[in-house]
């Protein structure tokens, strides 16, 4: 069983999103970045999840020296399908693993998610890309 699924369930109990984990060498530092509907992460979220994470971990016998949790941030990664259709109409920044059309990186406005393939407005050009061929993708914060 991976890390992300053995948190993911815990931290969906507690009323929060498992967004990303970032493991650096093994050992070392954890860090968690967890989202919930309808408002921003707290302090205290991170907190409580930290603590409740701690004794899971623990038990688990998972090897760490430092467990941060986090909000995902203004530029929240896109992970998941879900991630995709929860923000149609924002921006966001695409790499691909295999290029399209001779091109890896692309900035544009998520349109549509329909089975695993996003459709990506970049200048009136509508792009169909496929969730598998996803290196990498970031919402474009609104400053």
């Known amino acids: 069983m991976s890390l992300f699924e053995l948190l993911e369930p815990t931290i969906a109990g507690m009323g929060y999103e498992l967004v990303d984990i970032e493991q650096s060498a093994p050992g070392r530092l954890l ?8 408002g921003s992460i707290t302090l205290d979220d991170c907190v409580v999840i930290s603590n409740h994470l701690s004794q899971l971990l623990a038990v688990e016998n998972i090897d760490y020296n430092r467990l941060e949790v986090s ?5 929240r990664p896109l992970k998941k399908k879900a991630d995709f259709i929860r923000y149609i109409g924002e921006s966001a920044r695409i790499r691909l693993r295999i290029a399209l059309q001779g091109q890896r990186n692309f900035v544009g406005t998520l349109t549509e998610m329909n089975d695993d393939v996003l459709t990506l407005n970049v ?3 509508l792009l169909l890309i496929e969730l598998r061929n996803l290196e990498k993708a970031r919402l474009i914060p609104k400053l």
């Open 71 to 75: 909000s995902p941030g203004l530029d």
């Open 123 to 125: 200048d009136g050009r």
């Open 31 to 38: 860090r968690i970045f967890v989202d919930k509907q309808g």
